[in-house]
């Protein structure tokens, strides 16, 4: 009887042990292998390859994830070292604590197995961070993103592709994406879990107002407000510090005229002054001729500052009319992009209702997106002619002044706000997302390997938080993401 009961506990561990491993490797493969198939799509279309070349394309593809040193191998043994070591050491402790000759209370005694599972899931991380940080093979490049690393897997290979281009020697920085993500979730987790405790204290003295149960959601919308004004400003003026494919997507977005973008760009390297002769003028004076104003206004000779109206490329004189024509536009273009997101994501359902909610949650957003960008064109004109100009002499702020970051930096500061539009809890999502983003656009994407030990030590204890609150305080751990690792460890 004594063996059964064993064997049937042993099976319960084991069971406990290997389920949130393999749901990790599911979910890291998924994770990875998810875009290069979605990319490979563009591979089928092609006639200059052979069935065959499709197939070991394909299968490349789905086989790349099974490496040990991926991100798959690397999300199972995070989880099974986060989740074996307590497997084995709570019993033992229980054991020992309902031993008579241990007086332990239970507060202490749940503290001590808390620091257990936070020592393991620091432990874990420290010793599988290396995994994605081989020492022999050089850090990714600053623009490049995960899609464009799986179109290359399934790009044709040639001779000059194949060879390999070496990387500069004693550089790291190949997870640093990764390691800003779980230190914002870390921080995100620690700030709630403060914020929570400060909720009852207050509750308990009947202290509790209403201008505190609406600073998360404000808190929310500031940290996007705040990320986004560093991503656009990167992407103005910084390009080369954001992945090729968000910088494309923005762009697309913005539908804005390289041309007006590079003379912003020269204008804060100081290559052009208004009403002085330059070698470097802005290429305004063929953009004119092209939207049918007079050539003059591109001259920053002989015209102090550039009109608003070519600013509107073609939209009239009015900043207002531009900034409606902006959101429509723009609108459109979003409802292109999450309409048919919002569809997909309910294909299965049958009710109305579930379809009306989808299309309701497609508007929402694109509402948000038009505001982003309409606010940041309405926000320049603002700054440079309308509003700036007025409020503050040309004696302290010249129009060049204007025109060389601070119109730029108005309309990044007020486009974050327009996340308001959306839900408290699209807010959550959309601003933790951003946040790492506008992190890593601060820091340097490559840096002397020497110092790798610094973003070893604070993604260890990051994710040793994100492990330990999610099988303790899961509600701590917000979004998607705590959802899926609720799925992970089974909570």
Known sequence: METQILHVQNRKLNAKILKPILRAHVL??????????????????RKDLTKEDKCNRLFKVL???FYWNRFPAFCALLVGGSTLLPAVVEPLFTQAVNNRKW???PVVAQSSLRTIRFMAALLSAWLCFPILNPKNEAPRADATSEEEAALKDVAPK????????????????????????????????VICM????????????????????VAPQ??????????????????????????????KWIGEAAQVDNRLIEALRSARRGEWTYGQPSDKKPPLESMCEDYGLPREWGDSEKTVPFPCELVHMGCGPSCEKHAIWRFAKSFQFACATYLP??????????????????????????????FFISAFYYSVCLARTRLGPKLISRKHITPMMWDSGLCVAAGCLMCGWSILVESAKKRLEVALFVAPRAAATLLPR?????????????????????????QERPDMIRGVLGRVLGQVFNN
């Open 158 to 189: 040639t001779k000059k592709s194949r060879q390999k281009v070496p990387g500069p020697p004693g550089l790291a920085g190949r997870t640093l994406d990764l390691s800003l993500f779980a230190l914002i979730r870390a921080a995100d987790a």
């Open 218 to 247: 404000l808190t929310d919308a500031g940290l996007f407000a705040t990320s986004s004004a560093i991503v656009m400003w990167a992407w103005f003026y910084l390009p080369e510090r954001l992945p090729r494919s968000y910088c």
């Open 63 to 65: 086989g790349g994830g």
């Open 28 to 45: 890291g493969y998924l994770t990875v292998t998810g875009p290069k198939l979605i990319s490979f799509l563009k591979v089928l279309s």
């Open 194 to 213: 403060a914020w929570d405790r400060w909720k009852k204290h207050r509750s308990s003295q009947s202290k509790w107002t209403y201008a505190e149960s």
């Open 341 to 370: 997101i919002q569809l997909a994501l309910r294909w299965r359902s049958r009710s109305i209702s579930v379809f009306i909610d989808a299309v309701k949650n497609a508007v929402r957003s694109s509402a948000f997106l038009s």
């Open 446 to 470: 490559r840096y002397d390997e020497k110092y790798q030990w610094r973003e070893q030590a604070a993604f260890s204890l990051s994710t040793a938080v994100v492990l330990t609150c999610i």
């Open 103 to 105: 007086k332990v209370r």
